[in-house]
């Protein structure tokens, strides 16, 4: 079984910045594709960014150039750095992996920007 947990969410003025990590732990080995997604209110739930086994990442037009997705060398654990942050950002952040063909999620962490 593998469990992601997520942390670094809180509350922030519109331009901050915030720092989100998720640590993968359970019976996984190796490097995996991990991504952040995110779901605001009355949304569907949208990829912010993806890193893959090879350390590509991309990133969802609306976050390009404020969010940076990476990992620690071990693989289990991936961070979110948001900066300039905006209004249309605050949403439930959820982490996600797929290994061996399953895909886990995390818990989720909230993230409030205010105007």
């Known amino acids: 079984q593998v469990e992601l947990v997520e942390s670094g969410g809180g509350l922030v003025q519109s331009g901050g910045s915030l720092k989100l990590s998720c640590v993968a732990s359970?019976?996984?080995?190796?490097?995996?594709?991990m991504a952040w997604y995110r779901q605001a209110p009355g949304k569907q739930r949208e990829l912010v960014a993806s890193?893959?086994?090879?350390?590509?990442?991309e990133y969802a037009d609306s976050v390009k150039g404020r969010f940076t997705i990476s990992r620690d060398s071990a693989g289990k654990t991936v961070y979110l750095q948001m900066s300039n942050l905006e209004s249309d950002d605050t949403a439930v952040y959820y982490c996600?992996?797929?290994?061996?063909?399953?895909?886990?999620w995390g818990q989720g962490t909230q993230v409030t920007v205010s105007s």
């Open positions: 359970g019976r996984i080995f190796g490097i995996k594709p």
């Open positions: 890193i893959n086994v090879g350390g590509s990442t």
């Open positions: 996600w992996l797929i290994y061996l063909g399953t895909q886990f």
